[in-house]
């Protein structure tokens, strides 16, 4: 405590006794000044030395002022000793210490400072924890609902004294050699099973032996090949086996990823306790199911016997009953609670003889069947009534009760006329056939469905009913299912007398005697045509959802492309003659690119539906402008004629989109003919359809666009995958299998149907749906504008992209700006946060990879809420309106983009701000 060259015998000794002391000794001053410390204190604080003169509480707590529960501050107030159990940290570590206070006044009573004594109590704390852990586990193992219920609870209640962040149950499945896993929370790893093998767990598991490793023994064990490696490696794993009723059935496991120390052998004795009582809950709960399940299958088949049925006791009180019989009481208009009544009670109508066939059978153990005419409330129920002996010790001691109602027999008759009724009303397609396969009976429905009449049936043969899309094997394969008493189910396509295509779900079972031996069979079909059309809609819808994922991706990096192209083009035309060769030729690249924007925005139209810009567009113009196109690019070999009504109406669309629709499907109809000769019609009109229809239009005015070919068409499976996205019947070196793909995403975002027929050697029509605007007569076209707007602010540009970096420095220093320019947005910000009003405008790309441009807009608005700033995007699906309003975004302006477009892009934006 003190250097013992200026201490007497006297005080050496008590300073040797303190030191001996294993607890805590702190003399401090009424200021809270440690004044002296024994060895204890000096070995559990060592990394805060030296502790005297320091204040007690920055020793403790590092606290600049008491802990609110300190002793030695209640103390000073009261003259007393106090004492407080502190949470304090003792050599690094986390613990829990009894803190006593003890005044020290003098011979005046006058308070001149205190005594600290600190026991260390975290064995005890935690002993006293565990034991509360222990009846918490035993408690959760009796209230919890289900097994996993069970683990969950468990984990949480375990994880106040060890370390379960990883913690899961494995179960053992000897027939896969599979681990599945139940219950699984762990940092790193992602399983619901796993193969057993060579793995700590199987090891656990086939060894019946708990297992306590650290990540060196883990690696030995690797390296002997004792076990394999399986997942992340920890620091430390402990498992221990799972017994159920003397079984080993698994593994409870916890691991740390990051304290090697986390588990020794007292948490292997708490994990060891808990698995026994996860086994014990397991094998409780496994009880209780198949008690339940006893208990259920008992009442279920109880209870599926459709007669009434109950039981009596020797003193006729009623002890059981089954639904049919509450169902039959109902019926009766009678009580439903019958358990516990005496027999005349439930049925006050029943006559003294009744009674005594009860009792006779009791006394001579004897079954009676009887028949019984019931008249309640004016209504006639017919039953047949048996009564049976339960024996106990050879003694009848219950009766057994079993009541069928017959009424329905005497009532055949109407039942069948309603069932007649029922069948010629029903939607379904019905037919009966005689044993030998003859139609004897049509309803009204097969009629309307198939067009085929039901006085030409009738005593035809099944034959009659057949669909030529199916082979002799298909049909003679449902005459055996059917002929050997199954019944056959099945979907059946049909080709009606009009041609149109008709789907049905079709069943067909055996009608059978009383004998057992098949009278007749009944076919039953649902007609599921229109749903059929509906699931294919759904699945093309989904297939294009799919391709539109990898166009936005495509897109995006292909205007990056071009806006490089287009931005080095300008300022090139910046520093050329005019009219010379080179600007002709740049001129070109620049027309070029134009096509390329709209080809872009046409592979966007797969990612984004239908955001392609639209405009009011007088589709007969266009039509007839891809026609000459088309005349011009096809074979003379292949004639087109047209049938194009002048003045058929407007769409909301535009003209690229109509081309694209032309083209792909000319194209394919013309690699469609043989030897590239025959006739392609395109036909233009304006249709009103006045109720939903086949194609699965809405009511509304339509424009009808048909293209028709003469080639060799398509069958039935080829026509279901033409829109296939890179499906194709066309050599490699002719097609990529995406034209059609592009023309269903076009008309799908002009919010219309296309419908495709086509049948092996009679060529294929495409009809295609768009809805019909309304526009007025006279009409403001857009005019593009080409004015260059200059400026004298300064621009900090930030794209990650180092060429388009150099187009946007150029091109906005080429309009008079002052240019800061980074490929960096992390460096954009530090620039900005340096001097943030050297800056009049920002402009950022959004996708980049260090920080996107919307987060850089956000770190921007908490430095300077008004500079304005403008967002660059080549394409991204997930920049929504709403993200760039919450950021306050004052523009965006789409890649690849002109320098008139962003000059006036720049000044709108700039002079927004100063209004």
């Known amino acids: ?18 030191d ?39 020793v403790s707590h590092d606290l600049s002022a008491p802990h609110s ?178 079984e080993i059935v698994g593994a409870l496991v916890v691991q740390s990823y990051t304290s090697r120390n986390a588990y020794g052998e007292r948490e292997l004795n708490i994990l060891k306790f808990v698995s026994e009582q996860i086994g014990i809950a397991i094998e409780r709960k496994q009880t209780e199911k198949k008690l339940r399940q006893s208990e259920i299958q008992y009442r279920t088949t109880l209870n599926s016997i459709q007669d009434a049925i109950h039981v009596v006791d020797a003193k006729l009180y009623v002890i059981l009953a089954n639904n049919s019989l509450i169902e039959w ?13 005496y027999i005349n009670e439930i049925y006050p109508f029943l006559s003294e003889h009744v009674i005594n066939e009860y009792k006779h059978v009791l006394d001579t153990g004897e079954m009676l069947k009887t028949h019984e005419t019931n008249i309640i409330d004016g209504k006639v129920y017919y039953t047949e009534t048996r009564k049976m002996p339960m024996f106990q010790n050879d003694h009848a001691t219950q009766v057994l009760t079993i009541i069928r109602d017959i009424t329905s027999s005497r009532q055949h008759e109407v039942e069948l006329a309603r069932l007649a009724a029922a069948v010629e009303q029903t939607g379904e397609s019905v037919v009966i056939l005689s044993k030998e396969g003859k139609i004897e009976y049509v309803n009204p429905a097969y009629e309307r469905i198939t067009g085929q009449l039901k006085n030409e049936l009738i005593g035809q043969s099944a034959a009659a009913l057949k669909s030529d899309l199916y082979d002799a094997a298909f049909y003679e394969s449902i005459w055996q299912t059917i002929s050997s008493g199954l019944t056959w189910t099945g979907h059946v396509v049909y080709i009606t007398r009009d041609g149109s295509r008709h789907e049905e779900d079709v069943s067909i079972s055996p009608i059978f005697n009383e004998n057992g031996i098949i009278e007749n069979y009944v076919s039953v079909g649902r007609d599921v045509t229109r749903e059929i059309a509906m699931q294919k809609q759904l699945a093309q819808a989904q297939k294009m959802e799919a391709i539109g994922t990898l166009a936005g991706g495509i897109a995006h990096d292909f205007n990056n492309i071009l806006a490089s192209i287009i931005g080095f083009s300008q300022l090139s035309l910046m520093q050329i003659p005019a009219g010379s060769k080179i600007e002709r030729n740049i001129q070109n690249i620049l027309k070029a690119c134009d096509r390329a924007r709209e080809l872009t925005q046409q592979i966007l139209l797969y990612s984004r539906g239908d955001d392609q810009e639209k405009q009011p567009l007088q589709i007969d113009l266009v039509v007839k402008e891809a026609i000459k196109l088309l005349k011009a690019s096809l074979p003379s070999t292949i004639t087109i004629t047209q049938d194009i009504q002048k003045g058929a109406g407007f769409i909301l669309g535009n003209a690229t989109q109509i081309h694209q629709i ?34 699965l239009l809405e009511p509304g005015s339509y424009i009808q666009l048909v293209v028709s070919d003469t080639g060799h068409g398509m069958t039935e499976e080829i026509r279901e995958r033409i829109f296939d996205p890179f499906f194709t019947t066309k050599p490699s070196d002719m097609g990529t299998g995406l034209g059609l793909s592009v023309v269903l995403g076009i008309v799908n975002g002009l919010h219309g149907h296309i419908n495709v027929t086509s049948r092996p050697g009679k060529g294929s029509t495409f009809t295609i749906y768009i809805p019909q605007i309304n526009v007025p007569k006279n009409r403001d076209a857009s ?33 008079g700006y002052n240019v800061v320019a980074t490929t960096s947005s992390r460096e954009g910000l530090e620039l900005f946060k340096k001097k943030p009003h050297r800056f009049n405008l920002i402009i950022t790309d959004q996708t980049m990879p260090e920080m996107t441009g919307l987060t850089l807009a956000k770190n921007i608005r908490e430095i300077d809420s008004k500079i304005p700033i403008v967002l660059c995007t080549g394409f991204s699906e997930t920049l929504t309106a709403s993200d760039c309003s919450c950021l306050s975004i004052n523009n965006m302006i789409a890649k690849p983009f002109y320098l008139d477009e962003l000059s006036c892009l720049i000044r709108d934006v700039l002079e927004k701000k100063t209004h």
Not at 1 to 18: A, F, G, K, R, S
Not at 329 to 341: D, M, Q, R, W
Not at 667 to 686: D, S, V
Request: proline share 3%; net charge negative.
């Open 20 to 58: 001996a002391i294993p607890a805590g000794i702190n003399i401090i001053d009424t200021n809270f000044t440690i004044l002296k410390v024994n060895k204890w204190m000096q070995e559990n604080f060592a990394e805060k030395q030296p502790l005297i003169g320091k204040k007690c509480h920055q």
């Open 783 to 815: 005019v593009r504008q080409t004015t260059l707007a200059n400026g004298t602010e300064t621009i900090l540009f930030i794209d990650d992209e180092a060429d388009l970096v150099q187009i946007g420095e150029e091109m906005l220093k080429s309009l």
């Open 329 to 341: 009481n109902k019926i009766l208009g009678l009580t439903e609670k019958v358990c516990g009544k």
């Open 69 to 246: 529960s300190c002793p030695t501050m209640r103390a000073l107030k009261s003259g007393k000793v106090e004492s407080s159990i502190l949470q304090i940290e003792l050599q690094s570590e986390s613990a829990w210490v009894s803190v006593t206070s003890f005044p020290l006044k003098d011979e005046k009573q006058d308070l001149y400072g205190f005594i600290e004594y600190l026991v260390d109590i975290s064995d005890k704390k935690k002993d006293d924890q565990l034991q509360q852990v222990v009846l918490d586990i035993s408690n959760a193992v009796h209230s919890a609902t289900d097994t996993v219920d069970l683990i969950r609870k468990i984990r949480e209640i375990l994880g106040q004294v060890i370390d379960t962040s990883n913690f899961f149950v494995a179960l053992y499945d000897k027939e896969s050699d599979t681990l599945d896993l139940p219950f699984f929370i762990d940092e790193k790893d992602e399983f619901s099973s796993f193969p057993a093998g060579k793995t700590l767990t199987a090891r656990v598991i086939r060894t019946g032996s708990p297992l306590l490793v650290k990540e060196e023994e883990i690696a030995e064990m690797i390296r002997v090949g004792l076990v394999d490696q399986f997942g992340s490696t920890s620091k430390v794993w402990m498992g221990v086996p799972l017994t159920v009723q003397g």
């Open 662 to 695: 032309l083209m792909n499907l000319a194209t394919n109809a013309a690699h469609a003919m043989p030897e590239r000769k025959g006739r392609i019609t395109i036909t233009l009109q304006q249709k009103d359809m006045p109720e939903k229809n086949a194609e």
């Open 1 to 18: 405590m003190n250097d013992p060259t200026n201490l007497t015998n006297e005080q050496l000794v008590v300073e040797h006794i303190l």
